[in-house]
């Protein structure tokens, strides 16, 4: 049987030299004190993107006139409030974490900024939810679904998305990205605005004139939420924008 070596005192002697200490990853704790407004920024990149997912899915469901697939995305786009409460207890959740952090108080005022903006997030997500049932309506329906509907739809995808780069680099205090993001939010919303008013008509169905109104609306609540300009000027680019010179 092999016996375990003893210090001079009887104890058990070290395995190692006492001076050697492993070094360890930091734990969940540290990483959110050292950088508290992480998870946030992840959660908002997170519900953008399933917002966006929600409205690829429509638009596909929209290019094959595939009722199926609009229900899918319909029930999809109804579990998405749960992404704007995820995100209202990671703003929470971050602001405590910056009071108790004397040093990165500084950051409280970034994230008043944000503050704002999930009520406009909020709004998007019941306009989607809204827009996802009429596609639901639209494609049980006999009416054709016109060719560039569900390109529109996609398009404002593609402006979702930008917004949500857009407020997760301003939360990271990446200005200059966040602008740029911010601009490519502005030109994808207001391009789905211009699209989606070119395809209204006189003989417009009630469903296609919900898609439509839901997509100007959708469009007014990111414009809002970047903040790229106030709410007058918001509403009367994207009134223009429906009944642009295009047309």
């Known amino acids: 049987m092999s016996r375990r070596r003893t210090g001079t005192a009887g104890r058990p002697a070290p395995d190692r030299p006492t001076g050697c200490r492993r070094s360890l990853p930091p734990g969940p704790r540290l990483v959110g004190a050292r950088r508290p407004l992480a998870p946030l920024v992840a959660e908002f990149r997170h519900t953008f993107a399933e917002l966006a997912d929600v409205l690829d899915d429509i638009a596909t469901a929209l290019d094959?006139?595939?009722d199926r697939a609009a229900l899918a995305a319909?029930?999809?786009a109804r579990h998405a409030d749960a992404?704007?409460?995820r995100?209202?207890?990671a703003v929470q959740a971050a602001?405590?974490?910056?009071?108790?952090?004397?040093?990165?108080r500084r950051h409280l005022g970034r994230l008043r900024s944000v503050e704002g903006s999930i009520r406009q997030i909020d709004y998007a997500v019941r306009n989607v939810r809204v827009l996802a049932r009429a596609a639901v309506t639209f494609t049980r329906g006999a009416a054709p679904v016109p060719a560039d509907l569900g390109g529109t739809v996609r398009t404002l995808a593609e402006a979702v998305r930008a917004a949500g780069d857009a407020l997760a680099a301003d939360?990271?205090?990446q200005d200059e990205v966040a602008?740029?993001?911010?601009?490519?939010?502005?030109?994808?919303?207001?391009?789905?605005?211009?699209a989606a008013g070119r395809l209204f008509t006189a003989g417009s169905t009630l469903p296609l004139a919900i898609i439509i109104g839901q997509v100007r609306a959708t469009a007014i609540d990111l414009l809002r939420g970047v903040g790229v300009d106030d709410d007058a000027t918001v509403l009367s680019r994207v009134d223009a924008a429906v009944t642009g010179p295009e047309r």
Do not use: C
Not at 183 to 194: C, F, G, I, K, S
């Open 64 to 66: 094959d006139a595939d």
């Open 74 to 76: 319909l029930d999809r």
């Open 83 to 85: 992404g704007v409460e």
């Open 87 to 89: 995100l209202r207890g």
């Open 95 to 104: 602001g405590e974490a910056l009071r108790l952090n004397v040093r990165r």
């Open 171 to 173: 939360l990271g205090g």
């Open 179 to 194: 602008d740029a993001h911010a601009t490519r939010a502005d030109a994808a919303a207001l391009e789905a605005v211009r």
